[in-house]
């Protein structure tokens, strides 16, 4: 019996090239079902698929179509990097109705420290301690660090509030879009506004922060080409008047 390793076409392009380097990696959009099984053509192998739960730029929740492949056969990795500590009311809930086999925690970003932590079952977890103990053991963070990490724990996981005033920001941002002809994406605190050919990144950037509004343009080859994106992430000190003048201010420049 194989093994195939298949990556969502939203998956950090550093992991790609990370998991180039040891396998063969098929990548595809895992939402669509019927692209999926051309690629997973073998009735036998195990398919392991990597995927983010929340494409870090446009916002975009990866919710995976593989009804086509047998459960047993699946070996579900997620990355968490963007939701974990800002989605759900305790902030590690699953984003979305898929029980993964392999959760990957980001702490870099909502937890607002550094690292990461991978929960699965125990046989996984040992599996994972064994094969990649190089990685493990070289490269740890100081218990300094784990010691802030645990101490964060019950304050992130508490912050319900927050969580849900970043959701209504960024729901109250989209909703600024609605009359114009700009595509957002997002439907969680992440939202992609589509630059397109309306502006170079570089002049787009440039008039915003004349504006007083610091963003950057994610382009390719974090981006496919012609889908230049600007991610927009509000925290919750920022007001309703704040959201309305980045939207406004990012309309009127897109639009002159």
Not at 130 to 136: G, K
């Amino acid at each position: 019996m194989g093994f195939q390793v298949l990556s969502d076409i939203r998956s950090h392009n550093s992991t790609i090239r990370g998991l180039r380097k040891s396998t063969p990696v098929a990548v595809s959009d895992i939402t669509n079902r019927d692209a999926t099984h051309r690629i997973v053509n073998d009735e036998e192998s195990k398919v392991a698929v990597f995927y983010p739960a929340l494409e870090g730029i446009s916002g975009e929740v990866v919710c995976p179509s593989l009804s086509s492949i047998p459960r047993k056969r699946l070996l579900l990795i997620q990355d968490e990097c963007h939701t974990f500590g800002a989605c759900g009311v305790h902030g590690y809930e699953l984003p979305i109705d898929v029980r993964p086999d392999i959760r990957i925690l980001g702490l870099s970003k909502a937890y607002g420290t550094v690292g990461a932590a991978v929960v699965g079952s125990s046989e996984i977890i040992n599996a994972i301690i064994a094969h990649a103990s190089p990685w493990i053991f070289s490269t740890p963070l100081p218990p300094i660090v784990w010691q802030v990490n645990n101490a964060l724990w019950p304050i992130v996981t508490a912050m319900q509030a927050e969580r849900e005033r970043i959701q209504a920001l960024g729901d109250r941002f989209r909703s600024r879009f609605r009359a114009s002809e700009i595509v957002v994406l997002g439907e969680r605190h992440v939202s992609g506004v589509r630059i397109g050919k309306r502006a170079r990144p570089a002049q787009f950037e440039d008039l915003l922060q004349r504006s007083g509004i610091f963003l950057r343009v994610s382009s390719f080859p974090t981006m496919p080409l012609g889908l230049d994106t600007a991610r927009v992430v509000f925290n919750p000190f920022h007001t309703e008047d704040n959201v309305d003048f980045v939207a406004d201010t990012i309309i009127s420049t897109l639009h002159s």
